[in-house]
């Protein structure tokens, strides 16, 4: 496919609590440089994107109180693909600011996916063989395709997707039509989602604009409705105006319950790729390199003594002080716990509560 007609949409955002005390409702987890790396997720994803790319071809969609944020953390995206909320109204409203800019820029033809800020993909290479497949796929038969991750585990943090039994090919490889969506499942549901062959929802999405066009004007009227003043106002001065006049008028719904899980004729291709969303502090031990017994230590963490610890997530964000000398953090005869100390605050917790940090932190 023509390249320069494909346009990705990050969407960034959050409240920070999910990986409090380093997250906040300043810098939620995609501004979080969570592998102590130099990146933090949203630049990784940017990178990610602008290995095919053009810098003119990723469009980013945040709220206010995170656009000065991002302007600093990505600082070659140009200022008119930084798309400015005026209230947050959930994903399909974002998308759709994003589908209406693909669509003033690169027309009715040209491809929109949808791309998550935090999620991790270490290899790049085999990302984008999928993603120029899954690309070619939307637009050749002008329909949606989204990408489906083959389970290790019977997760119930994430969503499903259940693929009908025939297979077809295009360019070469498999592709699966998708049957139906299934939400984050308990314990006994995921089991069975994964007897049933059902893969992973990546949440990563492409369309052809005009697809995605007709599915808003079928499924999500008040957000179809708003396109025509959107497209006359983007990359001019009138855009804020336009936004503050639409957004009451855009329903407050995801994508997914909005649309994907009503849209006929869905394409699933089978992810060559690694995938994980970080949902939360223990999910590190899948992304990061474990010790001998299982433990990852990260940020000035590394320099922590441990005694019979095993399973373990450490996170420290506060460097040590040169006035400091000697081990300043020791742990002893742990297991499967995650530890993680930012400036005054600190969260203990077993790995198998660190998905339940929103409760704690909203209280009783």
């Not at 909320?85 to 600011?97: F, I, K, M, N, S």
């Not at 003033?104 to 790049?124: E, M, N, Q, S």
């Not at 119930?156 to 139906?180: C, H, K, M, N, S």
Request: charged share 20%.
């Amino acid at each position: 496919m023509n390249a320069p007609k494909l346009y990705a949409a990050i969407l960034a955002g959050g409240k920070g609590e999910r990986f409090w005390p380093v997250s906040t409702d300043e810098r939620p987890k995609p501004f979080m440089d969570i592998f102590a790396d130099g990146r933090t997720l949203i630049q990784q994803t940017f990178d990610r994107l602008r290995h095919v790319l053009a810098a003119e071809q990723v469009l980013v969609v945040v709220g206010a109180s995170h656009a000065q944020i991002t302007r600093a953390q990505l600082p070659s995206l140009p200022a008119a693909n930084l798309l400015i909320e005026p209230h947050g109204r959930d994903t399909a409203a974002a998308l759709a600011l994003a589908c209406a800019l693909a669509e003033k820029r690169g027309g009715p033809d040209a491809a929109v996916a949808l791309v998550a800020a935090d999620h991790f993909i270490p290899d790049v290479s085999a990302f984008w063989r999928d993603f120029e497949r899954g690309a070619a796929l939307a637009c050749e038969r002008a329909t949606s395709v989204t990408f489906g991750i083959q389970p290790d585990r019977a997760d119930t943090g994430y969503g499903y997707l259940l693929p009908r039994a025939a297979r077809e090919q295009f360019l070469g490889e498999t592709i699966l039509a998708v049957d139906r969506f299934l939400e984050k499942p308990d314990a006994q549901a995921a089991a069975g989602y994964l007897e049933q062959g059902c893969l992973w929802n990546s949440g990563i999405f492409i369309w052809q604009v005009q697809r995605l066009r007709s599915l808003f004007g079928r499924f999500l009227p008040g957000i179809a409705a708003t396109f025509p003043s959107l497209l006359e106002a983007l990359d001019t001065p009138r855009l804020p105006t336009a936004l503050d006049a639409a957004y009451p008028a855009m329903e407050k719904i995801s994508i997914d319950f909005g649309i994907m899980e009503h849209a006929p004729g869905t394409y699933c291709i089978p992810a060559q790729f690694s995938w994980d969303d970080i949902g939360n502090w223990a999910a590190l031990k899948r992304a990061l390199a474990t010790d001998g017994a299982g433990n990852v230590a990260v940020g000035s963490a590394r320099a922590a003594r441990m005694l019979d610890v095993a399973d373990t997530v450490i996170f420290e964000s506060s460097p040590q002080t040169a006035d400091t000398p000697g081990p300043h953090l020791v742990l002893m005869g742990l297991r499967d716990l995650v530890v993680v100390r930012s400036g005054d605050k600190i969260l203990v917790a077993s790995s198998a509560y660190a998905g339940r940090l929103k409760e704690a932190l909203r209280g009783p």
